[in-house]
């Protein structure tokens, strides 16, 4: 067995370790990507091999959560990908209108910039009164951010051109209060979103909903594992209900392809066929 | 020697590189390369068609989960980091830019190594900052060929230098296997394609 050949197993070791004392499931995560994070960590905590990681994750709760961030990805954007919110705007919004009442589950939403852009449009599109926003995270921190709805001041000149570029109709500096380094989000965006811990690749179906969004998520996934967060999707989608992915995500790894049509194929909306 | 993938990491004066490159190729070159180059997140893959027009070998953006096949070559998608997998596939993560870049060299260098070894050819040419500098040092370290861009040819001499100084740095000192001007490195990948099925008899000289 090469050097290669023992970190590798040493890195499923580790896996099974965090699953078996914490819960938390990574393995069935891209390889490569889990490999990246490790030897990121490796270099930071200045330990030799991964056994001293598995070791200290065992036995060190806060190292451990430490590490668990590690392999969490909370990289978003408000208005993140600006043309696919325009596509939401023109060719999902119009399908929403038609239900009397609208659930939304945000499957991933990290830090919760995506959460609120989708309360903005929902608000200036009249339906947010009639409407439930369920944002999961595995990342209980992630949500806790998400939940105070405060962000950096720093990027608001970003998110003001995602916005406007996506079709916003107001001005953007109206949805939050700036303090020093700091904006709050407006206290109506927040009233009907649910934010939740839900970990996609261990628990199961919690509502029936409308339209799903989940970006940027499963491209950490592999396969086998893609499949399974996907049959979640379709068993919790309403019949003709819709399904938004990221950028350069599809159905088409996965055994799901046939069962979707296409929106819009550029945004990578998908609907649920009947 | 025999090797089953090229990586490129490139930036700033890449496109005129790149055009230079693939329409030197020739058809039927076989070895699947991979190229990270630096572009604005807002990129669509427009360029990537450009290329495609003077190019024999077929240039694709890499597609998540994709099978890399021989004969064609993939370009890292705007505002991704590209993998390679053990099995030969590519994964994109969304993960923090590394030196400001997204998609980043190293991050498809390390993966790369990794997967591929002794099999692997590393190329750092012209480039503004230090990414790939981490990234050949994994391709030496996991025993695949590392070529570097003449800095003194090069438009942007800052991550061609940088690449061989990581090299020579450290506990382990490596020399890269060749330091050559664009167009001996197209000269020596179009001879790595010829003996795609035999080994590299000892005619080339290495440049000092």
């Given at each position: 067995?090469?050097?290669?050949?023992?970190?590798?197993?040493?890195?499923?070791?580790?896996?099974?370790?965090?699953?078996?004392?914490?819960?938390?499931?990574?393995?069935?995560?891209?390889?490569?990507?889990?490999?990246?994070?490790?030897?990121?960590?490796?270099?930071?905590?200045?330990?030799?091999?991964?056994?001293?990681?598995?070791?200290?994750?065992?036995?060190?709760?806060?190292?451990?959560?430490?590490?668990?961030?590690?392999?969490?990805?909370?990289?978003?954007?408000?208005?993140?990908?600006?043309?696919?919110?325009?596509?939401?705007?023109?060719?999902?919004?119009?399908?929403?209108?038609?239900?009397?009442?609208?659930?939304?589950?945000?499957?991933?939403?990290?830090?919760?910039?995506?959460?609120?852009?989708?309360?903005?449009?929902?608000?200036?599109?009249?339906?947010?009164?009639?409407?439930?926003?369920?944002?999961?995270?595995?990342?209980q921190q992630a949500l806790d951010k998400a939940?105070?709805?405060?962000?950096?001041n720093a990027m608001m000149k970003e998110y003001?051109?995602?916005?406007?570029?996506?079709?916003?109709?107001?001005?953007?500096?109206?949805?939050?209060?700036?303090?020093?380094?700091?904006?709050?989000?407006?206290?109506?965006?927040?009233?009907?979103?649910?934010?939740?811990?839900?970990?996609?690749?261990?628990?199961?179906?919690?509502?029936?909903?409308?339209?799903?969004?989940?970006?940027?998520?499963?491209?950490?996934?592999?396969?086998?594992?893609?499949?399974?967060?996907?049959?979640?999707?379709?068993?919790?989608?309403?019949?003709?209900?819709?399904?938004?992915?990221?950028?350069?995500?599809?159905?088409?790894?996965?055994?799901?392809?046939?069962?979707?049509?296409?929106?819009?194929?550029?945004?990578?909306?998908?609907?649920?066929?009947? | 020697?025999?090797?089953?993938?090229?990586?490129?990491?490139?930036?700033?004066?890449?496109?005129?590189?790149?055009?230079?490159?693939?329409?030197?190729?020739?058809?039927?070159?076989?070895?699947?390369?991979?190229?990270?180059?630096?572009?604005?997140?807002?990129?669509?893959?427009?360029?990537?068609?450009?290329?495609?027009?003077?190019?024999?070998?077929?240039?694709?953006?890499?597609?998540?989960?994709?099978?890399?096949?021989?004969?064609?070559?993939?370009?890292?998608?705007?505002?991704?980091?590209?993998?390679?997998?053990?099995?030969?596939?590519?994964?994109?993560?969304?993960?923090?830019?590394?030196?400001?870049?997204?998609?980043?060299?190293?991050?498809?260098?390390?993966?790369?190594?990794?997967?591929?070894?002794?099999?692997?050819?590393?190329?750092?040419?012209?480039?503004?900052?230090?990414?790939?500098?981490?990234?050949?040092?994994?391709?030496?370290?996991?025993?695949?060929?590392?070529?570097?861009?003449?800095?003194?040819?090069?438009?942007?001499?800052?991550?061609?230098?940088?690449?061989?100084?990581?090299?020579?740095?450290?506990?382990?000192?490596?020399?890269?296997?060749?330091?050559?001007?664009?167009?001996?490195?197209?000269?020596?990948?179009?001879?790595?394609?010829?003996?795609?099925?035999?080994?590299?008899?000892?005619?080339?000289?290495?440049?000092?």
């Amino acid at each position: 067995m090469t050097s290669e050949d023992t970190s590798e197993l040493e890195i499923l070791l580790l896996l099974e370790a965090v699953y078996q004392k914490y819960g938390y499931d990574f393995r069935q995560y891209s390889k490569a990507h889990i490999n990246r994070r490790i030897r990121n960590r490796l270099v930071l905590s200045g330990l030799d091999d991964v056994s001293q990681i598995q070791s200290k994750v065992l036995k060190d709760e806060t190292f451990a959560y430490q590490f668990l961030q590690d392999l969490s990805i909370t990289v978003t954007e408000m208005f993140r990908d600006k043309y696919f919110y325009r596509s939401l705007r023109e060719n999902v919004v119009p399908v929403l209108k038609t239900y009397p009442f609208i659930k939304i589950w945000h499957a991933g939403c990290a830090t919760g910039e995506e959460a609120y852009s989708m309360a903005i449009i929902l608000q200036e599109e009249g339906l947010y009164d009639r409407t439930i926003i369920y944002a999961t995270d595995f990342n209980q921190q992630a949500l806790d951010k998400a939940k105070e709805a405060i962000f950096s001041n720093a990027m608001m000149k970003e998110y003001t051109a995602n916005y406007q570029l996506s079709g916003g109709k107001e001005s953007f500096s109206d949805y939050y209060t700036s303090s020093y380094d700091n904006v709050i989000m407006n206290q109506s965006l927040k009233k009907n979103i649910v934010w939740a811990n839900h970990n996609l690749v261990t628990d199961s179906v919690f509502a029936e909903v409308h339209l799903i969004l989940c970006r940027n998520v499963l491209i950490y996934f592999d396969i086998n594992l893609q499949n399974r967060v996907q049959k979640l999707f379709y068993e919790s989608l309403v019949n003709g209900g819709i399904l938004c992915l990221g950028s350069k995500e599809g159905l088409r790894p996965t055994n799901f392809h046939e069962k979707y049509m296409e929106l819009d194929k550029k945004q990578r909306i998908f609907k649920k066929k009947y | 020697m025999h090797y089953d993938a090229i990586v490129i990491g490139i930036s700033s004066g890449g496109m005129t590189a790149l055009k230079f490159i693939f329409s030197a190729l020739p058809a039927g070159f076989s070895i699947p390369i991979i190229v990270v180059q630096h572009i604005s997140a807002q990129s669509d893959n427009d360029w990537a068609n450009l290329l495609n027009e003077k190019s024999n070998v077929t240039i694709k953006e890499a597609d998540e989960k994709e099978k890399i096949a021989c004969g064609n070559a993939y370009i890292a998608p705007a505002n991704y980091h590209l993998l390679i997998e053990q099995d030969r596939t590519f994964s994109i993560t969304i993960d923090e830019r590394v030196y400001f870049a997204r998609p980043s060299i190293d991050v498809l260098f390390g993966s790369a190594a990794a997967a591929y070894k002794e099999k692997l050819v590393g190329i750092v040419l012209t480039g503004a900052n230090n990414d790939g500098a981490k990234g050949i040092k994994r391709v030496k370290e996991c025993g695949g060929l590392a070529i570097i861009q003449d800095p003194k040819t090069a438009e942007s001499a800052t991550m061609p230098t940088a690449a061989i100084a990581a090299l020579l740095c450290g506990k382990l000192a490596i020399q890269p296997d060749y330091i050559l001007p664009l167009e001996k490195i197209i000269e020596l990948l179009i001879e790595f394609g010829k003996n795609q099925c035999r080994s590299l008899s000892g005619q080339l000289i290495k440049y000092k």
